[in-house]
Structure formats: C-alpha cells, structure tokens
C-alpha cells in the first residue's frame, strides 16, 4: 500500500490558490526581503505601540543606523551573536532587523529568565553583545563578568515614544511603579546614543549568504536542556514565503494590520508576526502586556485588526472577559492559533462570539517554525493542525521505524527548506533529531486521516501509559475543558501501584464548589474507562511558558 507521504493526498485540499511550492532561494537573505519591503512600502505605517507608530522608511532609517552602531562603535562582524532580551515594545524590530542587516546573528532571550538561565544562554551562544530593558539590567549585572557579553545597550520602556510621553512613560515604570531595580553597568549605551552614533557613521553592507546563520533560538528541543537551534537565512526564508503563499489567496486587504499580543522573542511571533508580514507590507500592532486583558481588550476596541494571533490560553483568557464580546469584529478575516493545542471547546466558543473560525497551525522552533496549517478560508477542522505547507512533506513513523498509514499513530517526521541546520554546537543532539536525508523528528505524535490532514495526539514524553493503554493528556483536557465551570486544565501520568500509571488533572475552577467526584462524572461520559482521571486537583493557576503554554514537566515535579 502507497505511503501517505509517498502519496501526498493533502495537496488535492489545498486551499484554492495556494501553490504546491515556493522558491526559497528567491532572495539570498533575510536582509534582502526586509529591504525590499522597507522600498516598497516605505509611506506605510509599520510598528504601532502605545499610541506610536512608524513607517517602514523611520524603521529602515533607524535599523541601518542600529546596524552601523554594532559595526563601528562595538567593532561587530559578521557572524557574532547578539542577545535581544526585550518584550513587545517599538526597539525591539529596530534592534532586530539592525543586528540581521549587519550579518549577525540574533539571540533571541526571553525578558523572564532567571539570571542562571540569562547565564547559560549567553555563555552557550557565545554572545558578545546584548540589548536589553533597563527593567532587567540588574540580572545582567548579576552575571556579566562570567559571559562573553562585552557590549551593552540599555533601553527603557518608553525610549521611541517621542516626546514628552518617553519621558513621562520611563518616570512612571521606574520612579511610580518601581519596575526597574537598581543596576551599574559601565559602559553602557542607552538606546538613543546608539542611534545617533550610527548617524554619524556609514553603515557597510556585507554579503549575507542563504546558508549564514539568522537565528540561534533556544528551545528545549525534543529532549533535554535548552538548545540554540541554528536557523539559517534560507530556513526564514523558506518560512517567510510559506505564510505569505498560504495566507494570500484569502487575505482580503493588500496592507492589514496584524495584532501581535504573543512576544517576537517567541519563534512562532517572530516568524508570522515580524517576519512574514513584512512581505504584506502589514502594520504590526504590538501588545507589550497581553496578561493586562482590560488594556489589552481596550486596544482591541481602539484599533483596526485584519489578523490575529494567540495561542489556547490568550484565546481562552479573552473569551473570559466579560467586555471582549464588546469588541468590532466586523474588520477581522484571520485567526490562527499554534504552540500549543487548541481546546474544541476554545474554538467553538471563539466562533460564536466573532464569527470567525481558528485556523489552528503546527511546527517547532526547529522548522521555523510553520510546518503545517489548516485553511484560513473558514473551512479549518477543529481539532486538526491542517496540511503541510508549501515544499513541506509530513510523514508519521511507528516505534519500528515504519511508516504509519491513515488513522495510525505515530511520530511526526517533517521535510522542507524550513528545517533548521541542528542545534548549536550539540552534533549529537543534532543527529538525535535530523536524519541523514534531511527530516526532523519531531517527538510529537499525530494521526491522519485519508485527506492527509493531521491531528496531534501528544507529546512523546507527555504520554500516559495506564495498564499498557497509551492515554494522551491532550484527549484528557479536551474532555474537561468542555465541563462550563473548567477555566483551564492540565493532565499528567501519576505513580500508581495497579496500573502503573495513573491519570491526575489540574484545575482552574471559576466555581469554588465544583467538587472531584463532579469532574471525574463528567469524564465518564466523554472518556473510556482507563482514560478517566483518579487524582484530581484544584488550583488557582497553572505553571506556564513566557507564551501560555501550560507546563506539564511543573506539575510533575
């Protein structure tokens, strides 16, 4: 019997208009698409934030004079690694594209981490150089002296606000909200410095090659401590021109306004968000504090929105809000949602206040990481992470290392021009996950049906095996979440003396007298005997990611 991927049956679904492949090689560099676009759409507003907004011709003038900044101040060539360790704010596209204009490769470092964790990714990376909120100086501080990171740049929160909000912003996080503990780091440059000392030198152009690094982005990976995946200009590329070929057909407005809550630190954001809408010429509305939903919905309310980006969680949060059914739909085209899986319930109830259906994508900091995603014509199958997108093969392999066929479960193995170069100087990590003719493993398992769409079942690790049954968390949760007391839920494998192991769920309750014995009746209905829950425990939040991704590794230790 022909394969599934051998078959390819997902291309006979693919969204009208949408091509079978893209030409990664297209352009030789990221740089080189930024640039085009910085021409093409240079009138065009570009970045909003807080009430401020730029065209692509003030963040091309900006980002070369970041980009001449790094060469002649910090004396940065090609190929050194810079940190940037901000939130959504207006310096961080500057930063980013000034950095990828020079030929550097960006770190990419979450503002939340632990001076340890700052520690390991700079000394791992080889950083030399960093850009960082004065709101988490102080940690810097803390571990400088034991990295490589010689430079330094400062910004505070409201640096490109223009005056006098800048002034009156950086006031009230340091001195009202006291939101920046004390740092000394001689040397430093504040954000303005570094833009008016690039003005007054000339920014030199370097050839950027497609198989130069972009990114090292760090990510668990399939296994074991954070790794810094090596993404090459051709893997964003690749990606870059994958969105855009899968969205354009059905992207009504030539120049739409993206709302950007998740953060550009995050590979998910920074590739839809940041990177592929600067082929649209889209303006990208960033939310700096998606976790303040009233500011956050009050922006909603305010502003114009074509597409929209989240995960289950910040969809889920907004549902909650008793004002965001308040909110003008009527502009809105596109949802997609990623990183984590969608909840069914989520989705339905997402479509019933907006009218518009989630369009749920796949794929890891590894593939850049899109590898796969459902129609954004309003045909998504909920509970499905779609079709491979363009030049992009999927197959699922069982334990014997055979190819499964339709309804069979097995590990997701992923081919295309998206997949990265392996992981930061870890050869044996690398060939852990890369095969010698080119496909990731991906460590999570799916299923298939017989129009070739997908559908995750779990994580490899994540998987719960009760009485030799392999029971999946994400199952589990859907089943709970449609309980209308549940707010959100985890599920993890237990110790357990009979069956080995044992199905505990965590729960964030909206009523305080919702009782086990309730949730566990509720199961029963939607779930096989040994799938049902034993152990049940409320809370008042779960453990989560810098994105909202519910940490199940938390709850089991």
């Known amino acids: 019997m022909e394969s599934l991927s051998e078959k390819k049956n997902w291309l006979k679904n693919y969204p009208k208009g949408v091509p079978e492949t893209i030409n990664p090689e297209r352009y030789e ?54 940190a940037i360790q901000m939130p959504n704010i207006l310096q961080y596209p500057v930063a ?21 964790e ?10 030399k150089a960093i850009v960082i909120l004065a709101n988490f100086a102080h940690q810097l501080e803390e571990i400088m002296k034991e990295t490589s990171i010689e430079n330094v740049v400062i910004t505070e929160l409201g640096d490109l606000l223009g005056f006098p909000k800048s002034l009156v912003v950086n006031n009230v996080v340091k001195y009202v909200k006291k939101m920046v503990p004390k740092y000394k780091i001689k ?7 570094a833009l008016k000392i690039g003005a007054d030198h000339s920014f030199q152009k370097q050839q950027i090659l497609p198989e130069d690094l972009a990114f090292l982005q760090y990510t668990g990976g399939t296994t074991g401590v954070a790794k810094g995946a090596m993404l090459t200009n051709r893997n964003i590329i690749a990606n870059m021109l994958q969105i855009a070929a899968w969205l354009s057909p059905n992207l009504k407005e030539r120049d739409p306004v993206i709302c950007t809550p998740l953060p ?13 809408m600067m082929y649209f010429g889209a303006k990208n509305l960033l939310i700096p504090n998606p976790r303040d939903m009233a500011g956050f919905i009050k922006v909603l309310k305010q502003e114009k929105v074509h597409i929209f980006t989240g995960v289950n969680t910040l969809y889920n949060g907004l549902l909650n809000q008793p004002d965001f059914k308040d909110i003008d739909f009527s502009e809105w085209q596109i949802c997609v949602a990623g990183a984590m899986a969608l909840q069914s319930n989520v989705s339905e109830r997402w479509e019933q206040v907006t009218g518009l259906r989630i369009a749920e994508g796949y794929g890891l900091t590894e593939t850049s990481p899109v590898a796969s995603v459902n129609p954004i014509d309003g ?10 997108v ?16 339709p309804g069979e479960p097995g590990e997701i193995w992923i081919s295309g021009p998206q997949v990265m170069k392996g992981y930061w100087q870890k050869p044996e990590d690398s060939n852990e996950v890369l095969t010698e003719d080119g496909w990731f493993k991906s460590g999570d398992i799916a299923v298939a049906d017989d129009d070739g769409y997908f559908k995750i079942v779990d994580r490899k690790k994540d998987m719960i095996l009760v009485s030799g049954f392999n029971v999946y968390p994400n199952e589990v949760e859907d089943v709970v979440a449609t309980h209308p007391d549940v707010v959100e839920v985890a599920a993890i494998g237990v110790p357990d003396e009979k069956s ?5 769920i965590f729960v964030v309750s909206k009523n305080k007298d919702l009782t086990a014995k309730q949730l566990i009746q509720h199961c029963r209905e939607g779930l096989t005997g040994y799938k049902i829950p034993k152990y049940v425990e409320f809370r008042e939040d779960l453990p989560k990611t810098n994105v909202g991704k519910i940490l199940r590794r938390e709850l089991r230790a």
């Open 379 to 388: 045909t998504a199958r909920v509970g499905f992470i779609g079709l491979p």
């Open 118 to 127: 700052m520690k390991h990714q700079f000394n791992d990376s080889g950083a």
């Open 500 to 504: 080995g192991e044992a199905v505990k």
């Open 390 to 405: 363009p030049s992009t093969s999927i197959k699922l392999m069982n334990q014997e290392g055979q190819e499964c066929q």
């Open 96 to 116: 980013l594209f000034g950095a990828l204009r020079a030929g550097l490769i960006v770190v990419n470092t979450n503002p939340l981490y632990t001076a340890r």
């Open 29 to 82: 560099s990221v740089r080189d698409l930024i640039e085009e676009s910085f021409l093409k759409f240079s009138n065009k507003t570009s970045y909003s934030c807080m009430g401020k907004d730029y065209t692509f011709s003030e963040i091309d003038e900006m980002s070369k004079n970041f980009a001449s900044f790094l060469q002649n101040q910090f004396g940065l060539v090609k190929g050194d690694r810079i």
């Open 264 to 276: 550009l630190y995050h590979v998910f954001s920074l590739t839809v968000n940041c990177m592929a």
């Open 187 to 193: 040397q430093a440059f504040s954000f303005d410095q």
